[in-house]
């Protein structure tokens, strides 16, 4: 616990300003929803499906997103857990119902919201945290989960 609060402090140096912070609020989980979309629609092995259930990139990296925040905090794990299969359901939605092409949605998404995040991120004057350490990557949603614990009174 003492390693997750000293990356998610580390992550608050550079996220201080309040503007820069609802960009986070808006364009981190747009982000992860971005990369599940393009992970989605990479082809994958079909014998690799597990008891019939086929599997694709995206299930695979949130399988191993997951890891690493449970290894961090059980119960920001189960939080971010819950918060990713909604992403995956939102990914799995559109794929089904939109004539659009997923990944040409999951790009526009991706691009846009990186653009706007370095927008704040000029607005902070302050680099952004995976350019120290890409394990930032990662935190940016377990720190966003850590503000809606602390809202709940919900220890991680």
Not at 32 to 55: D, Q, T
Not at 135 to 141: K, R, S
């Amino acid at each position: 616990m003492a390693q997750l609060q000293a990356l998610l402090d580390e992550y608050s140096e550079s996220h201080q300003n309040p503007t820069n912070k609802l960009i986070h609020w808006l364009c981190v989980p747009s982000i992860v929803w971005s990369v599940i979309a393009l992970l989605w629609v990479i082809p994958f092995p079909a014998a690799l499906g597990i008891g019939g259930y086929p599997l694709n990139w995206a299930v695979v990296v949130l399988v191993l997103a997951q890891i690493y925040y449970f290894r961090k905090s059980l119960s920001l794990g189960a939080g971010l857990l819950l918060v990713n299969l909604v992403l995956l359901w939102l990914v799995h939605w559109v794929a089904a119902n939109v004539s659009f092409s997923l990944w040409k949605i999951g790009l526009a998404v991706f691009v846009i919201a990186w653009i706007i995040q370095f927008v704040g991120h000029e607005i902070e004057g302050k680099k952004p945290s995976f350019f120290k350490d890409l394990q930032f990557l990662l935190i940016g949603p377990a720190w966003l989960m850590s503000f809606v614990y602390r809202k709940l009174g919900v220890a991680y």
